[in-house]
């Protein structure tokens, strides 16, 4: 549809009550911490998730609803129904790996279906809106800690569609007024210290939980994809930053929307890389559990080095991370893997 026949700035925008958070993919790993963050600060929250990759029972609370954001009619009622003011919209595939053998997918899921229910949402009246992007839209760094200035050149398929949506976020700001946050989280770990909720992903590809699984005997072995990047000691350095932290910075982003800051793009990461190899040592003294570990190829797709530069959004929405060492991460991921060994099937 053209701008001209889509008449943004007619459309009763809802100031009634800025609480009405509309969730999508809520149900996933970092989505649920998400709404537990929302409800915890009383805002109403309706999630929306097509349980793809989630589980019902990863929703602490308010109103769930199981579809796709892509659906525009389902959508369009949410919005109306429940009286929405802002989105946080988590739902998408994010696997680096799978998006480099299954570009199709990613295409349809990140992109079909981000701008039908982007689309949907000027349509119905919402103007805040917070993407969940990544730090995958940078590529190969060409310096560290990567700041929000830093060249946006993805290696992979799954960082091209984010970079994507984030610029067709500011086409839709442009001509319908959509202010919004794009938040690029480095590598999201841990779990919730109330132990309710945490990673549960079938198939599990990221590296902590499945290095937990092998210190609780549910998998043979642990492999090291690549052993000879320009790191230290050969293997990728991430900059790992607990899911409750990043989950507390919705919320900081959320209320910058609701004040009437302008659209922002904010880096999400602990400004600290840390080795596979240095993973699996910690993993080894938290849990106090030895197991196999293998060394192999490397991953199609994955950069050698990220680390965010986190300055901004300290400065700007004054985010400051609670769980700012790898130790503590990981104890609170074996604090839910351990009592969860199948998830939230246990
Ligand atoms: N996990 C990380 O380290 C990380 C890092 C950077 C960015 N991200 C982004 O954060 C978001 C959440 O990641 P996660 O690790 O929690 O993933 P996840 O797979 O656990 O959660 C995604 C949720 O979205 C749902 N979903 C997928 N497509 C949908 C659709 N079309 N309609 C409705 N629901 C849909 C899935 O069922 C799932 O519950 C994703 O957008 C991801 O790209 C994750
Ligand atoms: O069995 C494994 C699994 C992973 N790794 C390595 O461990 C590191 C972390 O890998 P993850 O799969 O845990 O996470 P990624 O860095 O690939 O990706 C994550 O963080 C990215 C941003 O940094 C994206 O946003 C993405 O959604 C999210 O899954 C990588 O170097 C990977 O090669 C291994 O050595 N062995």
Redesign the pocket.
Known sequence: MSGSSRPWNMVRINQVDMKNILV??G?????SHVVQELLKRDYTVVT???????HRGAVVGGVFVQG???NSMLVGELVKQHQINAVVH?????LVGESMTRPDKYCR?NLG?GIEFLTALVDAGVRQFIL????AVYGEPEYTPIDEAHPTRPVNVYGGT?LMLEQILGWYEHAYGLRFVALR?F??AGADPGGNIGED?NPET?LIPLVMQAALGKREKVTILGTNYPTPDGTCLRDYIHVSDLAVAHVLALEALQAGEPSAVYNLGNEQGHSVREVVDTVRRVTGRDFTVEEGPPREGDPAVLVASSRKIKDCLKWQPRYGELEEIVRTAWAWHSNHPDGYQS
């Open positions: 999508t993919g149900a996933g790993y970092i989505g929306l998730d097509n349980l793809s990759k989630g796709d954001c892509g988590l739902a998408a595939d994010s899921n279906n969940s992007s990544t730090a984010k989280y590598n999201a992903h990221h």
